[in-house]
């Protein structure tokens, strides 16, 4: 049925490589992957992308309770106040952040624009601290405009 392959001795013939019967692996792996900035951005961004989604979620139940329970508002506002409150918000926005940040470079990269290896080492670094910036401007003017009301 299927032609038999004789150009790679270790395939012996069969329509796929029979992992049983070679040495080499099948595929890269991890292990021989040296990490880079946007190998690390890259599992960034779907990292944040799944926060993204569960945190609008709670933002959504929030915002459902300010319009029909202002008991349990005031509850979460409440929490939203104290620490640990404090750094889920703060964790949400720099999530939201740095999927924004890295979603405009994967734009700016459809143009076949920043492709080259040193500069997309460049800007995966710039990501994450213009992310740390922007999430403390945010953090800093939500903050400021709470405490002025």
Same mark, same amino acid.
């Given at each position: 049925?299927?032609?038999?392959?004789?150009?790679?001795?270790?395939?012996?013939?069969?329509?796929?490589?029979?992992?049983?019967?070679?040495?080499?692996?099948?595929?890269?792996? %991890?292990?021989?992957?040296?990490?880079?900035?946007?190998?690390?951005?890259?599992? *960034?961004?779907?990292? *944040?992308?799944?926060?993204?989604?569960?945190?609008?979620?709670?933002?959504?139940? +929030? %915002?459902?309770?300010?319009?029909?329970?202002?008991?349990?508002?005031?509850?979460?506002?409440?929490?939203?106040?104290?620490?640990?409150?404090?750094? %889920?918000?703060?964790?949400?926005?720099?999530?939201?952040?740095?999927? %924004?940040?890295?979603?405009?470079?994967?734009?700016? +990269?459809?143009?076949?624009?920043?492709?080259?290896?040193?500069?997309?080492?460049? *800007?995966?670094?710039?990501?994450?601290?213009?992310?740390?910036?922007?999430?403390?401007?945010?953090?800093?003017?939500?903050?400021?405009?709470?405490?002025?009301?």
């Amino acid at each position: 049925m299927f032609a038999r392959n004789t150009a790679t001795p270790d395939l012996p013939g069969i329509f796929m490589a029979n992992p049983a019967q070679t040495s080499r692996p099948l595929s890269p792996h %991890l292990q021989i992957w040296r990490f880079t900035p946007s190998m690390a951005a890259s599992i *960034t961004h779907r990292i *944040t992308g799944t926060i993204n989604y569960g945190g609008l979620v709670l933002v959504g139940v +929030w %915002l459902a309770a300010l319009a029909f329970a202002p008991d349990l508002y005031g509850a979460v506002a409440g929490f939203v106040r104290s620490p640990f409150g404090f750094i %889920l918000v703060a964790g949400f926005v720099w999530s939201l952040s740095f999927h %924004l940040m890295n979603g405009l470079r994967h734009l700016y +990269w459809d143009t076949g624009r920043g492709l080259a290896p040193a500069t997309a080492k460049k *800007t995966s670094i710039a990501i994450y601290i213009g992310s740390v910036l922007l999430a403390a401007i945010i953090l800093w003017a939500g903050y400021a405009a709470q405490a002025g009301a």
